[in-house]
């Protein structure tokens, strides 16, 4: 049988050290949702730009759409690949489009910042299903008319009606959409003629688009182009293309897992000091427990309830808090590209952060608990 | 002195109290010096006064930036012109896995002057430049990617160019970048570049280095006045200008970062604070006899904080040499490349750091022993001998 009451009231009695003890661990277990929570929003925009159905199409050796260059002799032939849907009136829903990085100043600041600016035909619409208006309405062939994305809106509190000076142009924003939280809600949407034009890129495309009738038919799809002798291109569903691009957190997923690591380390330190100086201060109370006939494995079990208590309280506060984050939306950079997501806290979050809470709590308690065990009655009592 | 021999004795009487208190700063100065590392470096390359009398000079709307070679000699022989470079972008795969790990970035460059224009290229060895002026094909290479590629200097590598597609290049490595500003970069002759690819009609960027930051701006307006006009249009912006507009884009990665190194100094001091806390209970009678010998209160105060200081000054020294050796180990192929240890190619700790984190230590032994120290102040001589009575 544990001694729980005992452990309780001990708490109690040792409230501040406990509730500091307890505080170190939210900070740290907060820390690491955090971090987690970014890597995962991050993650989650990827996922979500990428239609199973869809191809996406590089020039060879590019796996970024800012490098990628496609001339139109070699566009026209892959359109009209084996295997491409067509619309109702039979032509191949295949979407051009060109990717630029556009500098802007904003007329009351004097510092450029990055523009990612989509031209598209009208195919585009049907190609990327998930993509919707939510407000005002889509662009115009051949005028200078921008619909951006509900993260351009929120990062730089753009509004229908305004102009921007992109190029030697004013365009107009006429439209706000969303696409479920997909890398497109960063980007500017325009006439894809109307672009090329502005940027002397008339007859090159950074991508085309392709969209099979099946998820199935589309792996075949770029399967075959991919090996293709005919046709020199890279060629990447969607959802791996987006995947591919998510990759590049990889490095920082380590990052936040050794900075988790050293953060808990400390914690677990801390958490042995306070067990140790509870022991120290109760060795007496400790014999007395022994001699009431609590054997040495409750001792041990009982220090180390109290540590695990600590861990999970403190713990707890520390998802919480970190969970306040949930939601908070930024902007990143993946490659030369940059998109917008939100900090993410989902339930492998939380339950992560806990796990590691109370394996810190474990271990920062065990030798202090063994200590507390070999605690001997007559001696501490002496 | 004798309040410092006192402290040394508190800190030997719980040897395991204070090894513990110790050990769990450590950890968190180690973590807390490379974070500080990439703050100060973003805060250094934002704010110095260098970066504002450089000027970079790329096309004025799309990136990456397409200049015409035509624009150079109008450039170059502007009024205030004291020195001038260009890069040529060129990307590419190093071997055939293709994965984006694998990925390099060569800028093709003036050899003559490269360690003049480029900031942070000051301890590159002159011999490797002198080589690269001789071997046409030559490279100065990165130590992260001489490391991950596990290349040595005069060994050959082939890029599988990405932005110059069918292009792909052969280099002779003449020399190793020194680890910090060019990570997974490799410095290479513009003549090579123009050869191999065939484009001698555009460039890049330009490089334009003035007397100082004025100069460097009334250059800047007259350049962008000149080619307001021209196709393509051209940005001027000071060097400070163009990193603070790459690091605005890492702005959450970075808010990620400033919390994390907020959290670690909070958990450090909670951790210090406890440990005197601890202390400061189980010594409350002996400091009632301190006060009943004469000893002032404030004395009594400053055993507690110089206690808590100490302790954190020697931790916080330790964990940043510590911090600094890793660093240094890495940098010098002595610890395994992964993605742990290649963060120091990109942020390598400076030995200065050692003592930023010794004073680090001190400030968040200073804040955890505020409250401790207050109740030390507090103890009241009757009470603590009537308790014992």
């Known amino acids: ?382 | 002195m004798k309040v410092l021999l006192l402290i040394l004795k508190n800190l030997r009487r719980n040897k395991l109290r204070t090894t513990l208190t110790a050990l769990a700063v450590i950890v968190m100065v180690v973590l807390c010096t490379e974070a500080a590392t990439v703050l100060f470096w973003v805060h250094q390359h934002v704010h110095t006064q260098a970066c504002q009398s450089k000027l970079l000079v790329s096309e004025r709307w799309v990136a990456p930036s397409c200049i015409p070679t035509r624009y150079l000699a109008l450039l170059t022989h502007q009024e205030g012109v004291e020195d001038w470079t260009l890069w040529n972008l060129y990307t590419g795969y190093l071997d055939t896995s293709r994965q984006s790990s694998r990925k390099g970035f060569g800028l093709a460059t003036r050899p003559d002057n490269l360690i003049a224009m480029h900031l942070g290229l000051e301890k590159l060895d002159p011999a490797a430049v002198e080589a690269l002026q001789r071997e046409k094909t030559g490279a100065i290479v990165s130590a992260d990617l001489m490391q991950q590629m596990n290349w040595k200097v005069g060994q050959q590598f082939t890029v599988l160019s990405s932005s110059h597609p069918h292009k792909d290049l052969r280099f002779k490595i003449v020399g190793v970048l020194p680890p910090g500003e060019y990570v997974r970069n490799f410095f290479f002759r513009q003549d090579y570049y123009e050869e191999g690819t065939g484009n001698k009609e555009t460039i890049t960027c330009v490089w334009l280095r003035l007397r100082d930051a004025e100069t460097a701006q009334r250059v800047a307006s007259r350049i962008q006045k000149q080619f307001q006009h021209s196709q393509p249009e051209l940005k001027v912006e000071t060097e400070s200008a163009g990193v603070a507009r790459f690091v605005s884009r890492e702005q959450a990665l970075l808010s990620v970062l400033k919390w994390v190194v907020a959290v670690l100094v909070l958990d450090m001091a909670i951790v210090l604070s406890n440990s005197i806390s601890v202390a400061t209970r189980e010594r409350r009678v002996e400091m009632a006899v301190l006060k009943v010998l004469g000893f002032e209160p404030v004395v009594i105060m400053a055993l507690v904080v110089g206690e808590a200081m100490l302790l954190g000054a020697v931790s916080g020294f330790v964990g940043a040499a510590l911090a600094w050796l890793s660093s240094t180990l890495a940098v010098h192929g002595f610890l395994p490349s992964n993605p742990a240890t290649r963060i120091f190619f990109s942020f390598p700790i400076q030995a200065a750091m050692v003592l930023w984190g010794a004073l680090l230590g001190a400030l968040v032994g200073f804040m955890g022993s505020i409250v401790p120290a207050w109740n030390a102040w507090q103890v009241k001589v009757s009470d603590v001998f009537a308790k014992i009575a």
């Open chain 1, 1 to 382: 049988m544990v001694p729980l009451a005992y452990n309780y009231r001990n708490l109690q009695v040792r409230w501040k050290t406990t509730l500091m003890t307890a505080f170190g661990f939210t900070l740290v277990v907060a820390a690491l949702v955090i971090m987690l929570a970014f890597l995962n929003g991050i993650e989650a925009a990827c996922i979500a730009s990428g239609e199973p159905e869809n191809v996406i199409l590089l020039s060879k050796g590019n796996q970024d759409e800012v490098l990628s260059q496609m001339e139109r002799p070699l566009v026209a032939q892959v359109e009209n690949s084996k295997g491409v849907a067509v619309d109702a009136a039979g032509r191949p829903l295949a979407s051009r489009e060109l990717f630029l990085a556009v500098h802007h100043r904003p007329p009351e600041g004097d510092e450029f910042h990055f523009l990612q600016v989509r031209g598209v035909l009208p195919a585009a619409f049907r190609v990327h299903s998930q993509l919707h208006l939510l407000s005002g309405r889509t662009f115009r062939p051949g005028q200078s008319e921008v619909m951006i994305g509900k993260g351009v809106q929120r990062t730089h509190h753009f509004q229908i009606g305004d102009t921007l000076e992109i190029g030697r142009k004013q365009w107009q924003i006429v439209g706000v959409f969303e696409s479920r939280g997909a890398a497109f809600e960063s980007e500017l949407w325009c006439d894809l003629n109307e672009l090329a034009s502005q940027f002397r890129r008339d007859g090159l495309y950074s991508t085309v688009v392709l969209r099979a009738e099946t998820p199935q038919g589309a792996e075949e799809l770029a399967e075959r182009l991919r090996n293709s002798r005919s046709v020199s291109v890279e060629a990447l569903t969607e959802p791996k293309y987006y995947q591919k691009q998510a990759e590049q957190t990889r490095l920082l997923q380590t990052a936040a897992w050794v900075i988790a690591w050293f953060m808990g380390l400390g914690a677990l330190f801390g958490v042995m000091n306070t067990q140790f100086a509870a022991i120290g201060q109760r060795s007496k109370e400790i014999a007395v427990l022994r001699i009431l006939g609590f054997p040495a494995r409750a001792i041990l079990l009982s220090f180390l309830i109290e540590a695990l208590g600590i861990a999970a309280v403190g713990g707890s506060f520390g998802v919480a808090l970190g969970a306040a984050a949930n939601g908070v939306t930024r902007s990143f950079s993946l490659g030369a590209r940059s998109i917008d997501f939100a900090f993410r806290v989902d339930g492998p979050i939380v339950v992560c952060a806990g796990i590691f809470a109370l394996l810190m709590g474990l271990l920062g308690g065990l030798l202090p608990a063994l200590s507390a065990m070999r605690v001997k009655p007559l001696e501490a009592l002496r």
